[in-house]
């Protein structure tokens, strides 16, 4: 009855290693694409309620609690990697969010 050697199981072990060291690089790239783009589709959807509050109240600043909420233009507004809103919005005025997974900004110009 044979087994493996000590030396066949430490190949297996580098192999997986080595897989693991490419594997994870690109995983996390894909990860921050995927973050970016759930933010920026939520500065869209702030920009667009921002607009909509400016052409209906006939003014050019609105606060984020008028924006968001079960009777407002944006129900909820669900975080993905800890970023950080801004709490006032101007006309043309762009979005800048901070804080994303703790180190990327996003600006979304209207």
């Not at 072990?13 to 897989?19: D, H, Q, S």
């Not at 209906?56 to 809103?85: D, H, R």
């Amino acid at each position: 009855m044979g087994g493996f050697t000590l030396v066949e199981i430490m190949i297996v072990v580098v192999i997986i290693g080595l897989l693991a060291s490419l594997a994870i690089p690109a995983f996390q790239k894909v990860r921050s694409a995927s973050q970016d783009k759930a933010v920026f589709n939520n500065m869209r959807q702030l920009g667009a309620a921002a607009d909509q509050f400016f052409l209906e109240n006939g003014t050019n600043q609105a606060a984020i609690p008028s924006l968001i909420g079960s009777s407002n233009y944006i129900k909820i507004l669900s975080t993905v990697a800890n970023e950080i809103y801004p709490q006032n919005y101007s006309q043309s005025m762009p979005v800048i969010v901070s804080g994303i997974s703790g180190a990327r900004t996003l600006t979304y110009i209207q």
